[in-house]
């Protein structure tokens, strides 16, 4: 079993920027996904961005790709989310997945974190 505890979301201004992080503990193994996923008020949970441990692959949502950027360090079993240029649409709460399966499919995900909120004001 994983756990996953999220920090480091909080509220900014529209154009700002954020660093989430996750920290994994428990049985994690090579070929492990830890990613990020957001769920805003009224609407379904949505992928957000993934890294693989076994080779550092990166994936990510198209409405992040150029602002967003996921990164990792296996030693700690952290992956951290480095969010810029926040839009008001970012809006949500995020949490962090464990998983083996397809990167942006929520159901691979075994482990979920407690979700952390960020909030953009415009």
């Known amino acids: 079993q994983v756990q996953l505890v999220e920090s480091g979301g909080g509220l900014v201004q529209a154009g700002g920027s954020l660093e989430l992080t996750c920290a994994a503990s428990?049985?994690?193994?090579?070929?492990?996904?830890l990613g990020w996923f957001r769920q805003a008020p009224g609407k379904e949970r949505e992928f957000v961005a993934a890294?693989?441990?076994?080779?550092?692959?990166?994936y990510y949502a198209d409405s992040v790709k150029g602002r967003f950027t996921i990164s990792r360090d296996n030693a700690k079993d952290t992956v951290y989310l480095q969010m810029n240029s926040l839009k008001s649409e970012d809006t949500a709460v995020y949490y962090c997945a464990a998983g083996w399966g397809t990167p942006a499919d929520a159901s691979g995900y075994f482990s979920w974190g407690q979700g952390t909120q960020v909030t953009v004001s415009s």
């Open positions: 428990g049985r994690t193994f090579s070929r492990t996904l």
């Open positions: 890294n693989r441990r076994s080779d550092g692959s990166t």
